[in-house]
Every structure is written in structure tokens, then in C-alpha cells.
């Protein structure tokens, strides 16, 4: 158990629909960063959040955002859903801002998505 | 661009015995971190080793270990008395400027 916390589990809906990801991080946590995993793109950085404040950006679509809340839990918002959207969404947790070897990033068990 | 290329989609080990799995990377950076992550069945990511760049020695984890060629650009990963849970997909993961990348992964199945 890595003490990332990610709801739902899974998640069916169709296209043109909005979903949100929730993810609370591991106790002490204060960096949420989230990912997807496709099977054709293979797993990919979406974005980063430190302390309430957007850190770092990878490749995240502008239909999707993200946000971290006062408690530290951070939400992943996904609008105007494709079928190419249907993917496993991972959020990970580490204790600062900056990834550094002795403090590791924590993921979650991942919120599978599937677009009908 | 950063970019992380795994070269073999699929491997596969005799238990017990020892299997190297290759990573390399291309950056422009010169303050980076290298990492391994495990994908067993569960789907959860697991950690497995981390490298800083500006260390020569390469970093060990018990049976886990890497040859890390920073002039190659290159980091595989060694795994010795290969066990059955080891059996999963391993990522290979290039960290700088805040931004992770991944490899597309290398599934390992451990022969009994």
C-alpha cells in the first residue's frame, strides 16, 4: 500500500461526456502528479502540483485540468471526452517539489477510464 | 527533446537466473535522474532503483542493479535470481526540470 489514494477505481462513460479523478496523496505529501497510460502511447506526464500551486506540465490536452485543494488532495478534470481518452490514469505523490532520489514518488492503484 | 527508448517490447528469464533489461535516453541536460519502475499485474507503479546522473557509482537494491553509461546515454537494468514475482512490466524513467519521462516499457515473464 502506497498511502496514494486514487477514486474511482474505474470509470465507464461515453464520448463528449466530463469526468473528474480524484486522487489524495500519502500523508506529509506535498508534490501530486498525474499520468496517463495508454496502450499505444504508453505511459505518459501529464502535470504537476506542489503545495496548491501548478508546478510542471507535460503532455496534458487543454480539454484536461487539474487542480490541488487547501487539504492537498488534487483533482483531475477531464472534459469533451474522446475514445482516445480511454486510458489508466495514475497519480503519484512524493514529499517536496523537486523529485530527488531519496524521496520518491508514491503511486496510486490508478483510476481505469473507458469511453464508450 | 527528452526521450526514453526501451528496446525490447518483451523478455523472458529462467528463475534463478539473470536478465538485463536496456534503457537508453537522449537529453541536453546535465542534471538528471534515472529511474526503473516495476508494473506487476496490479497495475501499481513501484519503484524499484534511482540514479542520480552526477553519481558514477551505479546504484544497487538488493538483486536489482544498474549499468549506468552516462557518456552512452545509456541505463539498463540487472535483475540476478530472477524470482516469479518479478514477473511484470519494467519502465525505465528519465527525470529533470521537473518533467518525467517513460520508456515504454519492457515486459518481463520469469520462467519456473
Known amino acids: 500500500d502506497s498511502g496514494v489514494t486514487q477514486t474511482p477505481k474505474h470509470l465507464i462513460t461515453a464520448t463528449g461526456q466530463r469526468v473528474t479523478l480524484r486522487c489524495s496523496p500519502r500523508s506529509g505529501d506535498l508534490s501530486v502528479y498525474w499520468y496517463q497510460q495508454s496502450l499505444d502511447q504508453g505511459l505518459q506526464f501529464l502535470i504537476q502540483y506542489y503545495n496548491g500551486e501548478e508546478r510542471a506540465k507535460g503532455n496534458i490536452l487543454e480539454r484536461f485540468s487539474a487542480q490541488q485543494f487547501p487539504d492537498l488532495h488534487s483533482e483531475l478534470n477531464l472534459s469533451s471526452l474522446e475514445l482516445g481518452d480511454s486510458a489508466l490514469y495514475f497519480c503519484?505523490?512524493?514529499?517536496?517539489?523537486?523529485?530527488?532520489?531519496?524521496?520518491?514518488?508514491?503511486f496510486g492503484d490508478g483510476t481505469r477510464l473507458s469511453i464508450l | 527533446a527528452q526521450t526514453v527508448t526501451q528496446s525490447q517490447p518483451e523478455m523472458s528469464v529462467q528463475e534463478a537466473e539473470t536478465v538485463t533489461l536496456s534503457c537508453t535516453y537522449d537529453?541536453?541536460?546535465?542534471?538528471?535522474?534515472l529511474f526503473w519502475y516495476k508494473q506487476p499485474p496490479s497495475r501499481q507503479m513501484i519503484l524499484v532503483i534511482r540514479q542520480e546522473a552526477y553519481k558514477q557509482q551505479n546504484a544497487t537494491e538488493n538483486r536489482f542493479s544498474v549499468n549506468f553509461q552516462k557518456a552512452a546515454k545509456s541505463f539498463s537494468l540487472k535483475i540476478s535470481d530472477s524470482q516469479l514475482g518479478d514477473a511484470a512490466m519494467y519502465f525505465c524513467a528519465y527525470y529533470a526540470g521537473n518533467q518525467f519521462y517513460f520508456g515504454t516499457g519492457t515486459s518481463l515473464t520469469v520462467i519456473p
Open positions: 503519484a505523490s512524493s514529499r517536496d517539489g523537486q523529485v530527488v532520489p531519496n524521496q520518491p514518488q508514491h
Open positions: 537529453t541536453s541536460e546535465s542534471d538528471y535522474y
